[in-house]
């Protein structure tokens, strides 16, 4: 799976989180995909903010300048295209060690707690979701 898959999945795996679960042995699993995802994404926003540092215009204080539409203010050409180059590559990297779970509907309490499709939908590859 490519780390991209898994900042896709973030927000939707923090929800699935909140959910309750009738299966205490399903809550662990999914606490220690969660706490695995993190990981992963620790060490993105750290390479990604190592390319910021790199490639963005800063001020006097040696923070990044963000545009008024919010887009962070690159140096130059050269810079975009080198931070574009980076963060793309960084999104593709390949992550392991990180094993799916499968949910089925009766391992929610109710069915209030089964997530919407678009989470769901996110969730592939880290969650098999089964009849």
Known sequence: MKLND??????PLKRLSEKRF??????????????AVE?????????????????????GNGSPVFLADGRLRLKDMEA????????SAL???DVEGISPITLCESDFRTTEDIP????????????????
């Open 6 to 11: 898994l900042l896709t999945a973030n927000e």
């Open 22 to 35: 009738a299966s205490y042995k399903k809550m662990r699993e999914l606490v220690k995909l969660r706490k």
């Open 39 to 59: 990981g992963e994404m620790e060490f993105y926003l750290s390479e990604e903010q190592k390319a910021i540092k790199t490639y963005a215009e800063l001020d």
């Open 80 to 87: 975009k295209i080198a931070f574009e180059n980076e963060i």
């Open 91 to 93: 999104r593709e990297t």
């Open 116 to 131: 919407t499709v678009d989470d769901m939908i996110a969730l592939e590859g880290i969650i098999i979701f089964e009849d």
